[in-house]
């Protein structure tokens, strides 16, 4: 998002051709490549986006749940006890829904099931966006045991004790997926990662950073958006924390981790990674921790221009896009 204009959605605006990515790579490896999002396939033009990533496949809740189900749930203005009322006559002994969307354990539950009915000889890929935590989080639920509520803080924030408590369920769900893998003899990883922060109370964030959200200049900001992510492995894999990393390297990373064949972008990333760990829409981070927005003019701003061409050589001049930076000669033959 570093150099794309504020507030556009990469989605919805710039994916138009085949997109080059991890799924191709993957793909030229031998991977299955599905994508599975437990909400409707019509959001954020998924369909289309993902078909042009190379995704074989895209699971959504309307491939889970029978459409009459959904057809009355959507007429009812969203009822979440109809909807729950019909799941469990429906599907009887299966807990699908917290609050009103699919519960991580059920949607880890379906993960186990893809990678069960993969081919035996065939490794196995899944982009995986989950939807239990997603907002709002100002409704109560007679379906949801909330368990966590701040008492350190100066006033109540009741959006994010909901988040929080739906963050344990996640922790427990995903304590239970690792559980399963682990037992697994095929070689596994799995990047467990957070796209974006909740929309909780603003006054929440003003508390824990000590300062308004109104008055926060790019570089706070940018602070206030970090998220956790987990790399973890059924093998023995090098243990570490990683103090700074845009989500731009992440793919990165996961390819170094197992060790597969990258293209010469990813291999690019990973060189620019050692010197500019963080890239972003409110600005840059350096190797030493220095903070500046991507157009100033800094030691790496040369860097910065250079990889602000690639990005754009990849996403936007596609009738131009030099193929053997981005896909693996496997493929680009293919």
């Not at 699971?59 to 799941?87: N, P």
């Not at 299966?94 to 354990?105: F, H, K, M, N, Q």
């Not at 796209?195 to 000590?210: A, C, K, L, R, T």
Request: hydrophobic share 35%.
């Amino acid at each position: 998002m570093a150099f794309l204009p504020a507030g556009s959605n990469a989605y919805q605006l710039y994916v138009k051709q085949k997109q080059p990515g991890l799924v191709s790579t993957l793909l030229a490896q031998r991977y299955t490549a599905d994508a599975f999002h437990p909400y409707y396939s019509s959001s954020w033009n998924r369909v289309s986006v993902y078909d042009l990533m190379g995704f074989r496949d895209f699971i959504t809740i309307e491939d889970m749940i029978d459409e009459d189900i959904l057809d009355r749930y959507k007429s009812s203005g969203y009822s979440y006890k109809l909807y729950k009322r019909l799941l469990k006559q429906r599907y009887p002994g299966e807990d699908i829904i917290l609050r009103r969307y699919v519960s991580d354990a059920y949607d880890f539950e379906q993960v186990k099931k893809m990678y069960e009915e993969k081919e035996p000889d065939q490794p196995f890929f899944l982009f995986n966006v989950t939807m239990q935590t997603h907002s709002s989080y100002n409704q109560v639920f007679d379906n949801f045991d909330q368990q966590i509520n701040l008492t350190s803080t100066k006033r109540e924030y009741p959006k994010t004790d909901q988040y929080l408590s739906l963050i344990k369920e996640t922790d427990e769900a995903f304590e239970d997926l690792i559980g399963y893998f682990r037992e697994q003899d095929e070689p596994t990883i799995i990047l467990m990662f957070g796209d974006h922060q909740p929309f909780i109370e603003d006054s929440f964030y003003s508390e824990v950073m000590g300062e308004s959200i109104s008055t926060m200049d790019d570089e706070t900001q940018q602070r206030r958006y970090i998220t956790r992510f987990i790399l973890w492995a059924n093998y023995d894999i090098p243990e570490g924390w990683i103090e700074e990393i845009s989500i731009n390297y992440l793919s990165t990373l996961l390819m170094q981790i197992s060790g597969l064949e990258m293209p010469a972008y990813q291999q690019y990333l990973a060189r620019i990674y050692q010197d500019l760990p963080v890239i972003t829409a409110l600005g840059c981070r350096d190797k030493d921790g220095n903070y500046f927005q991507a157009d100033q003019a800094t030691a790496l701003k040369g860097l910065v221009q250079d990889y602000r061409c690639v990005a754009y050589n990849n996403l936007s001049d596609t009738t131009n896009r030099c193929d053997s930076l981005f896909y693996l000669p496997s493929w680009q033959s293919s």
